[in-house]
Nanobody, 128 residues
């Protein structure tokens, strides 16, 4: 059974920093593409960062240079460090694990359809 539990969301002023954590169980991080997505009401869920075995990372243009995804294999966790936050980053943030056999190219595409397991989400609110 796969369980993903996000934490670390909250309210911050523009320019601030937050670090999201995702506790992972039932997944071998040595073999699985993992990702972070976000969603605002009325819009599609957007892929913003993924990490593939071998520490290969991909980012959406909207967050590249400000957000950093990382994995802690011994502790079965992934993280999203978010710097220089903007009001447009306000959203519910989700941790996700890809489905069976998803390779590097689809992982790096940030496509939601490649991800089979989801956490419950953590809210991030950035005020101006």
């Amino acid at each position: 059974q796969v369980y993903l539990v996000e934490s670390g969301g909250g309210s911050v002023q523009a320019g601030g920093t937050l670090r999201l954590s995702c506790a992972v169980s039932g997944v071998d991080l040595n073999r699985k593409c993992m990702g972070w997505f976000r969603q605002v009401p009325g819009k599609e869920r957007e892929g913003i960062a993924t990490v593939y075995p071998g520490d290969r990372r991909a980012y959406a243009d909207s967050v590249r240079g400000r957000f950093t995804v990382s994995q802690d294999i011994p502790n079965n966790a992934i993280y999203l460090e978010m710097d220089n936050l903007k009001p447009g980053d306000t959203a519910m943030y989700y941790c996700a694990a890809a489905g069976y056999g998803v390779g590097f190219v689809p992982c790096a595409s940030l496509g939601r359809s490649h991800f089979a397991y989801w956490g419950q989400g953590t809210q991030v609110t950035v005020s101006s």
